[in-house]
Antibody, heavy 117, light 110 residues
Framework: EVQLVESGGGLIQPGGSLRLSCAASGFTVSSNYMSWVRQAPGKGLEWVSVIYSSGSTYYADSVKGRFTISRDKSKNTLYLQMNSLRAEDTAVYYC???????????WGQGTLVTVSS | NFMLTQPHSVSESPGKTVTISCTGSSGSIASNFVQWYQQRPGSAPATVIYENNQRPSGVPDRFSGSIDSSSNSASLTISGLKTEDEADYYCQSYDSTNRVFGGGTKLTVL
């Protein structure tokens, strides 16, 4: 059974850093395209970043240069390193497995990041 | 940048049929597949339609998707509405390496 479990969220001050983790089971992270998607409180879904099975990475303009997506093959875990955090980064962050096209087949339960002083 | 536009909200009565639209900002929406996700309060999104008109196993055939190239839009149609269908619905597609969501539509079944 495919399972994704996010962790690492919390309250952080503006300008701070946080690393989110997404522990996977039932499939191999490094063999799939994996994305992070976020949702600000009361708002819609926003794609954040993707890492391909090849290792190529891509980012939304809103986080480019501040966020880094990565994975650990030995831990079968996806990460999102978030630096220079802003109030507008406050959101629930979901990790998701992509299908054979850019579509989100499975989602984790999400982890809340709150950027506030 | 490619964008997808959805109505903010729709409402309909149980047993009726509702259609939610998703209009592409540029190019042809038919160039890439469109997906639809259902999100209930406090839960992660779940796919109800993928690759324009395909239903994942477990999604009832009351849900259907289509593409209209003439209006550059995709549509999600839910027939035989049930109160459990009340949720937010998001369309999603892609443009090069960017994944794009519509703004979401709140469906009220009353």
């Amino acid at each position: 059974e495919v399972q994704l479990v996010e962790s690492g969220g919390g309250l952080i001050q503006p300008g701070g850093s946080l690393r989110l983790s997404c522990a996977a089971s039932g499939f191999t992270v490094s063999s799939n395209y994996m994305s992070w998607v976020r949702q600000a409180p009361g708002k819609g879904l926003e794609w954040v970043s993707v890492i391909y099975s090849s290792g190529s990475t891509y980012y939304a303009d809103s986080v480019k240069g501040r966020f880094t997506i990565s994975r650990d093959k030995s831990k079968n875990t996806l990460y999102l390193q978030m630096n220079s955090l802003r109030a507008e980064d406050t959101a629930v962050y979901y990790c998701a497995i992509e299908g054979r096209f850019p579509q989100f087949d499975y989602w984790g339960q999400g982890t809340l990041v709150t950027v506030s002083s | 940048n490619f964008m997808l536009t959805q109505p903010h909200s729709v409402s309909e009565s149980p047993g009726k049929t509702v259609t939610i639209s998703c209009t592409g900002s540029s190019g042809s929406i038919a160039s890439n597949f469109v997906q639809w996700y259902q999100q209930r309060p406090g839960s992660a999104p779940a796919t109800v339609i993928y690759e324009n008109n395909q239903r994942p196993s477990g999604v009832p055939d009351r849900f259907s998707g289509s593409i209209d190239s003439s209006s550059n839009s995709a549509s999600l149609t839910i027939s035989g509405l049930k109160t459990e269908d009340e949720a937010d619905y998001y369309c999603q597609s892609y443009d090069s390496t960017n994944r794009v969501f519509g703004g979401g539509t709140k469906l009220t079944v009353l």
